[in-house]
């Protein structure tokens, strides 16, 4: 959970600009004033830094050798690898009246200014376009994690399945989600208490964050179900995700009051091989593997995991 109290003490800016007059003017008025600061030299270098190094803040000068800055920074706003919620400050040396103005915000900039620069409206402006980065991306990390586990909620999986679906859209990768249903062994139910329940969720959680990759979101979708959207992961590969973590959960004995209680993992889930030529989006996807456990989950005990085209086509409530 974020902490809205607790500001990063060195902010990072990217200063995207080949000009090493004009760079090192910025670098003389942002590192003294505690900023750190990262360089590009062409429009291309300016977007890999700006998903690599997540910066808090960007100033990229328009008249970039390769890409045009505004071009960049549109680019940076469609990108799902990039936050939304960064500030980008294009800057410029050549015409910087209304209709250059207002493309650049029509391309997604906080701000367009002309050069010289005023130094200290500069840092007023930075100081106040990082206090509101800070305080959306604490109300959007509260809101989309779920406070027991620190897993994502309903609402942040829904949110990382767009993100993760636009990219595997755009490399034509396979694209699975995985739902997860640990259960104590031997009990049916509603037999466990809600402080049972909880323990066990808060545990399996560590399990899945410990045993998860860095690429997959996970997240919990109730009390005793987990998801996983997990890109560049095929029909196969959903099967060995389904063995690696189930198996990893049931080999680990979940303490709880008066012993430990092993759990029996079931699993439904729904892939496809290339999501740019899926008929659904990614949150279908992952609405589609919910069905397929609780298909299964419905009809008995036997059965451990169901693809969705084995499950009837009924959506969840």
């Known amino acids: 959970m974020a902490n809205r109290d607790k500001a990063p003490s060195n902010p990072l800016v990217l200063i995207a600009n080949d000009q090493e007059w004009s760079a090192r003017s910025l670098e003389s008025i942002l590192g003294p004033n505690g900023f750190s600061v990262v360089r590009a030299y062409t429009g ?3 977007l890999e830094r700006a998903r690599t190094a997540q910066p808090d803040l960007i100033i990229l000068d328009a008249q970039m050798p390769d890409i045009h800055g505004f071009e ?3 680019m940076l706003r469609n990108d799902p690898r990039f936050s939304a919620t960064t500030p980008i ?10 209709t250059q103005r207002l493309e650049a ?3 997604g900039a906080w701000e367009f200014l002309g050069q010289p620069l005023d130094g200290e409206a500069l840092l007023l402006k930075l100081g106040t376009f990082l206090q509101c980065k800070r305080e959306v991306d604490a109300l959007r990390e509260e809101s989309l994690l779920d406070p027991g586990t620190g897993l994502y909620n309903m609402r942040g999986l829904s949110h990382r399945a767009q993100e993760i679906g636009a990219d595997a859209f755009r490399r034509r990768d396979p694209l699975a989600c995985v739902v997860f249903s640990p259960e104590p062994e031997g009990s049916g139910p509603g037999e466990s208490s809600d402080e049972e329940v909880q323990r066990i969720a808060e545990q399996v959680g560590q399990l899945f964050k410990r045993t998860g990759r860095s690429s997959d979101a996970i997240g919990r979708l109730g009390h005793a179900e987990f998801a996983v959207i997990a890109p560049a992961t095929s029909n196969e590969g959903a099967l060995r995700l ?4 189930g198996g990893s959960i049931e080999a680990s004995p979940i303490p709880v009051r008066g012993g430990e209680r092993t759990l029996r993992v079931r ?3 729904c892939a496809v091989p290339d999501f740019a030529e899926s008929p659904v989006d990614a949150v279908e996807l992952l609405l589609r593997a919910t069905t397929a456990l609780r298909d299964l989950k419905r009809d008995g005990e036997v059965e451990q995991v169901r693809a969705f085209d084995q499950a009837p086509l009924t959506y969840p409530t």
């Open 44 to 46: 291309q270098q300016a």
């Open 72 to 74: 960049v920074c549109r």
């Open 89 to 98: 400050v294009i800057t410029t040396s050549g015409p910087s009246g209304r």
């Open 105 to 107: 915000y029509r391309a």
């Open 242 to 245: 389904i063995q690696r973590l």
């Open 267 to 269: 699993a439904g889930y």
